[in-house]
């Protein structure tokens, strides 16, 4: 059987990031890599978007940026500008070439379809590869959406929707978002944050035309991608042994208010990448748990009041935009984390932390 200094089971995202930070870096110049991916072909599945709050290797994939964004509830509407943090969409096509081409130049990089190929033995394995057995009664953030072009001028490229509240609900937390890459194409996508195994609310496809033709006035356009996927809102409590650790979403990469991940993922890359010759003994790199204890309270105060998710999102950005953008984004400081705190319904989120 075959032998690997490092194996990355699963060549996604997480997989994908975190050869490439250590090819280019030169840290597999020495050593081996055999990737375990079973897909034939990498075509465009998804879209990461994000506040760029740090520097990553992907802006050449940056489908389009903006610095201006909205919130709409059924009541209101609020404009938020983003300048010093834009808000950045990665095109995974792009994404995919960008490193495929940079790896395959490296012979000591193998791509093999089953893991049964290899003598694990003697490598260190980084698992992306998530187990989500018997976890579909936990809260999801599940999505479809469709990238559309109109016939004429319809939209405002300069301005994202990043959550419209002004749909039909059903007793869960549902909201379009809206990404106008030209004045003629965008991303609108239907996302729901409920447990995944609710089939009632997987009717997508009506969804998206209601809203195109009832909310938009939207009647003639051309359909030219589709995606689909559920992000966890809950940990995954991998165990680590000596010799693997998990990355990704299976390493609990995730913000679970939110659901980015793309981000993280980098930053996990590069801690991985900065201490790869000492691998079996450093510390796991994590999300900062304060994010996870604020975030588990916001998710119970929206399972049990899901009608709120509206107003909370609203409140947060009555904060200043860079504290609340540094709060989603895992990057803010104590008083910023109490700005956020103090703008949330106080009764409701004591109650949950009672």
Not at 162 to 174: A, S
């Amino acid at each position: 059987m075959r032998e690997f200094d490092y194996i990355i089971i699963g060549g996604g995202c997480a997989g994908l990031s975190l050869a490439y930070e250590l090819e280019i870096y030169d840290k597999l110049k020495d050593k081996t890599l055999a990737i375990i991916e079973p897909r034939e072909d990498y075509i465009r599945d998804k879209t990461w978007s994000f506040w760029k709050v740090f520097s990553h290797n992907f802006d050449d994939c940056v489908k389009k940026s903006w610095i201006n964004f909205t919130i709409n509830t059924p009541n209101d509407t609020k404009f938020v500008n983003c300048e010093p943090t834009p808000y950045q969409t990665i095109d995974s096509g792009m994404f995919y070439e960008k490193i495929l081409s940079k790896l395959k130049l490296n012979k000591n990089i193998q791509f093999l379809k089953n893991i049964d190929q290899i003598d694990k033995s003697n490598s260190f394995v980084f698992n992306s590869v998530p187990n989500f057995e018997n976890r579909k009664n936990e809260l999801w953030q599940h999505f479809y959406g469709v990238e559309i072009e109109t016939r004429k001028d319809f939209f405002d490229e300069e301005i994202f929707n990043l959550m419209d509240f002004n749909c039909d609900q059903r007793n869960r937390v549902h909201f379009f978002y809206t990404l106008p890459f030209t004045k003629k194409t965008a991303l609108i996508e239907s996302t729901w944050i409920s447990e995944l195994n609710n089939n009632s609310l997987n009717d997508y496809e009506e969804q998206i035309d209601d809203y195109l033709c009832n909310h938009l006035n939207l009647r003639q356009c051309e359909i030219h991608f589709k995606e689909q996927g559920a992000i966890p809102l809950f940990r995954q409590n991998n165990v680590n042994k000596s010799n693997e650790i998990y990355i990704g979403s299976a390493g609990d990469m995730t913000r679970l208010s939110t659901g980015y991940t793309f981000l993280n993922i980098q930053e996990q890359s590069r801690y991985i990448r900065e201490n790869i010759e000492n691998i079996k003994n450093i510390n796991l790199f994590k999300i900062n748990s304060k994010y996870d204890f604020l975030d588990k309270i916001l998710l119970r105060v929206l399972k049990n009041n899901p009608n709120e998710m509206g107003n909370i999102f609203f409140k947060v950005f009555n904060s200043k935009s860079k504290t609340a953008i540094n709060f989603l984004s895992n990057k803010s400081n104590f008083f910023e984390d109490l700005e956020v705190i103090l703008k949330m319904p106080k009764w409701k989120f004591l109650k949950e932390l009672i």
